[in-house]
C-alpha cells in the first residue's frame, strides 16, 4: 500500500520535471502507473477469490471426515457432544422459514412503497419519504437485534395474540372489502340493465358479510394463541422484513423509475387509471429489476446474523408444523456466530471445520443469488436498449 | 368492470402505497423510540447517595464534604431500620427453636433485599464486589428492588392449563405480630430519604472504565474499540476503494478481465458479513497470523474487505457523474491523463466519494458479525494506540450483545445496554447525516 501512495507522487513529479523529449519515459511511466492501478484494482477485486478459497478450504475437512449425506439430510445438531452429529437440515429449514416469512412480508409492502415513490407522491413529498428509507438501512443490525430481543420479544409474548388478530383485521378488512365490491361489480356485468344495480348490491353485501364472519371467527381463534417464547421466527421475520424493506424499495424504485414516461403515458392515453397503467405496464416493464430487488432482499435476510442470533431462540430443531413461525429456530449465521466461541479452540476438529461448512453454504448461496440479479438487471438494461 | 369500481381499485392501490410508507415511518418510530427513551436514562436519570458516593470513592470526583454530608444524613435514616432487625433478632433469641427456625430464611431474605437496596449493613466487612458495596445507585432501580423488599415474588401453577401466574405475597404478612413488621412501612414511607435521589447527568456514562461487569461506570473502551476499529477499516477501505473506482472509470477499458473484475466487487458485496467473519478468522488469524488472536488490526482488515464494495461503488458514481467537458477541458490544456485525474476528476468528484465513505464508516461502526471471531472481546482495558496490532478490544456492538444476552444480571443493566444502542445509533445516524450535509452543500456550491 505505501508503494501505492508514493507512485502517483513520483509520476506527477516526473512529469513536471520532463520535457518533451522524454515522451517515451513518460509513456513507459503511464504505463506503469496504469499497471499499479490494475494491481491495487485486482487486490480488491481478488478478495472474494480469497474468500471462497479460505472458506473452501477449510470446509473440506469436513466433508471428507464425515460425507455429505448427514450433512444435508439429518436434523440431529449435536456437534459438541460425545459422538458428535452434524445433521444440519434444521438450520437450513430454520433460515429459509426465517427467510420467507420476512421476504413475504418486504417484498409485497415494498414493491408498493417503491411504486408510491416512483408514480404516486409528488416529488416534494418524495424528498421527505427518501431518508426514512436512508434511515431504516443506516441503523446498525445490533440495534435491530437489541430491539427484537428487548422490545419486541416481550410485546409478542404477552399480547402476541391479540397483536395477531389486530394485523389480520388492519389487512383483512380492507382486502376483504375491495374484493366484496370487485366480484360483486364482476359477477353481475352479464344481467341485465335493469338488474344490475340491485344484483351488485345483494352479492356485494352477501360477500362483506361473509368477509366480516370470517375475519371475526380467524380473529377470535388468533386471539386465543398462546405465544410460549416471543424470540421466535415470528418475531426475527418481522424485524429482517423491517431490514430488508431499505433494500427492496431503492432497488426495485430505480427499476421502476427506469422504465421511463413515454410507456406510461402510452397507457394513460389509452384511458387506464394508475393503478392499471403500473399493474399492466410499469411492473412488468421493470420485472427484471424486481426480482433483482427481491433477491437482494432475500440475501439481506439470509445473510443477517445478530437479529436472529439474539431473538430466534436458537433451538435447532424442524418446527412442527414445518410452517410455524411462532416456534423458536436456528439459523446458519447465528449457528456460526454462536458455536465458534466452543470450537475455535479445537481448531481442526470437525466442530470447527463444519462451521465452514456452513459459512459455504451461505456463500455459495448468496453466490448463486447475486448472479441471477445481476443477470436480471443486466437484462432490464439490454431490453432497455 | 364500471368505471366507479376502477377508480376505487386505483384510490385503494395507492392508498396501499401510502399505507406502506406509513409503515416505514411507524416502524422507525417503534424502533427509534424506545431505545431513545431508555438511551437518555442511561446519562440522565435520579442517581441516589450511592451513586454520588460510587463517583467519589472509584472515580475521585464530586465534592466530598457534600457527599459525606449526605451519607451522614441518609445513614440517620436507615438506623431506624437496622435497629429493628437487631430488635428482632433479640427477639428471637428468647423464642423456642422450632419459632426460630421458622423465620430464619425469611430473615436472610430480607437482609438480602436490604443489602441490595441500600448497601452493606453497618458493622459487616466490606464486600469484595463493588456490586455489594453499594445500594442502588438509580431511583428506577431502587424502585424495582423496594418491590422486592416488601413482596416475595412466587409463581402460582395451579391452573395446569395456562402459563404460571406472577403472584406476590407482601413480606409484612409473614412478620406479622413481630418487632420487623412497622419496618416495611417504614422503608416504603423513607426510602427517599435514605437514597436522597437527585437528578443526575452522568456525562461519565461516554468516558468511563466499566467497574465489575458494567453494573458500574461507562462504556468507554467499547466506544473507543470502535472508534479504533472503524477508523482502522477507512484507513485500509477508503484508498482501495478510490484507487479502484479511478481505475474502473478512468482506465480500464471493455475487456473481459475488466468486467470479471467488476462481478467479483459485486460478489463482494454480497458475501454475508459473518462469512467475512469467518474468513478473518481463517486467512488473517490462521494462516497469515497478523496477531496471535484477536486483534484491532485484524478486525480492521475484515471490515475494511466488508465495506470495499460500497465505497468503490459510490466512488465510481461519484466519479461517473463529473461531466465529460471537465475531462476534455483539461486535456485540451494538454495535462496528461494522470494529471486530469488528479487535479480535475477527483476534486470534482470529491463530495461524492466523501459523501460514499462517510457512510460506508456508519456501516463499519455498526457491524457485528465480522467482528465477533477478529477482534472484539467482552472484557478489555481501553487500548493504547501502538496495543491495536496485538490485541483485542472491547466493541460497541459486540458488548451490546454481550450485555443482553450473556451478562448474568441482565434486568440489572438494562440502562447500560440502551445507553450503548442508543450511542451507536446516534454515532451511525450522525455520521450520516453528516453526509447529507456534504452533499447538500458541494451540490450547492455546484448549482450556484
Known sequence: ?385 | MRLSTRKMLDRSFSGLGFFSIGLMALALVVLLAPICVGGVKAIVFRGTIEHRRFLLEKMGRGDRVAVEAGIEKAQETRLPVYARIEEFEKEMEGKPRSERRKYRKELGELKEALRELLGPMPGETRPVLPRDQYGQTRWDRASAKLRDLLYVESYDYSNSDAMGVEVFTPRSETFAGTALEPLFPYVETHLAEMLRPRLTFYWGFFTDRPIDANMFGGIWPALLGTIYLTLGAMLIAAPLGVIAAVYFVEYAGDNPLVSALRSCVSTLAGVPSIVFGLFGLAFLINTIHVSEGKSVLAGSLTLALLVLPTVIRSAEEAIRAVPNTYREAAMGLGASKWRTVTTVVLPAALSGILTGTIISTGRAAGETAPIIFTAAVSVGKPLRIWEVFTQGTPALPWSIYNLCTEHEAVDEIRHVQYGMVLTLVLAVLSLNLCAVIVRARISRRQAG
Not at chain 1, 501505492?4 to 506527477?12: V, Y
Open chain 1, 1 to 385: 500500500m505505501a508503494s501505492a501512495a508514493e507512485t502517483p507522487k513520483g509520476l506527477a513529479k516526473s512529469e513536471l520535471l520532463m520535457g518533451a523529449g522524454a515522451s517515451r519515459l513518460q509513456k513507459t511511466a503511464a504505463l506503469v502507473g496504469h499497471g499499479v492501478l490494475l494491481t491495487i484494482t485486482s487486490v480488491s477485486a481478488l478478495a472474494v477469490l480469497f474468500i471462497f478459497v479460505f472458506i473452501i478450504r477449510d470446509a473440506l475437512p469436513f466433508f471428507r471426515a464425515e460425507g455429505f449425506r448427514e450433512f444435508f439430510t439429518s436434523t440431529r445438531w449435536y456437534p459438541s457432544s460425545e459422538t458428535a452429529e452434524f445433521g444440519a437440515l434444521a438450520l437450513f429449514v430454520g433460515t429459509a422459514l426465517v427467510t420467507a416469512g420476512a421476504v413475504f412480508l418486504a417484498a409485497p409492502l415494498g414493491l408498493a412503497a417503491a411504486v408510491c415513490l416512483s408514480d404516486v407522491l409528488p416529488f416534494s413529498l418524495r424528498q421527505v419519504v427518501k431518508p426514512i428509507i436512508e434511515v431504516l438501512a443506516a441503523i446498525p443490525s445490533v440495534a435491530y437485534g437489541f430491539f427484537a430481543l428487548v422490545v419486541l420479544a416481550p410485546i409478542l409474548q404477552d399480547q402476541g395474540g391479540t397483536l395477531i388478530a389486530v394485523c389480520l383485521w388492519i389487512v383483512g378488512l380492507p382486502l376483504g372489502a375491495i374484493g366484496a365490491v370487485v366480484i360483486g361489480d364482476l359477477t353481475t356485468a352479464g344481467l341485465s340493465e335493469r338488474l344490475r344495480g340491485r344484483g351488485r348490491l345483494f352479492v356485494t353485501m352477501l360477500l362483506l358479510a361473509a368477509c366480516f364472519t370470517a375475519l371475526f371467527v380467524l380473529s377470535g381463534r388468533l386471539n386465543h394463541i398462546e405465544i410460549l417464547s416471543g424470540t421466535n421466527a415470528l418475531n426475527v421475520s418481522l424485524v429482517l422484513a423491517i431490514m430488508a424493506l431499505p433494500t427492496v424499495v431503492s432497488v426495485s424504485e430505480d427499476a421502476l423509475t427506469a422504465v421511463g414516461r413515454e410507456l406510461r403515458e402510452g397507457s394513460y392515453s389509452l384511458g387506464a387509471t394508475r393503478a392499471e397503467t403500473v399493474f399492466k405496464v410499469a411492473i412488468p416493464a421493470a420485472s427484471s429489476g424486481i426480482l433483482a430487488a427481491v433477491l437482494l432482499g432475500v440475501m439481506r435476510a439470509i445473510g443477517e446474523t445478530m437479529v436472529v442470533w439474539m431473538a430466534s431462540g436458537n433451538a435447532a430443531m424442524v418446527p412442527r408444523p414445518w410452517y410455524n413461525l411462532l416456534a423458536p429456530v436456528r439459523t446458519l449465521t447465528a449457528t456460526i456466530a454462536g458455536d465458534m466461541g466452543e470450537a475455535d479452540h479445537v481448531t481442526g476438529s470437525s466442530r470447527y471445520h463444519v462451521l465452514f461448512a456452513l459459512g459455504l453454504c451461505l456463500l455459495t448461496f448468496s453466490f448463486v443469488c447475486n448472479l441471477v440479479s445481476e443477470w436480471a438487471v443486466r437484462r432490464s438494461k439490454r431490453a432497455r436498449g
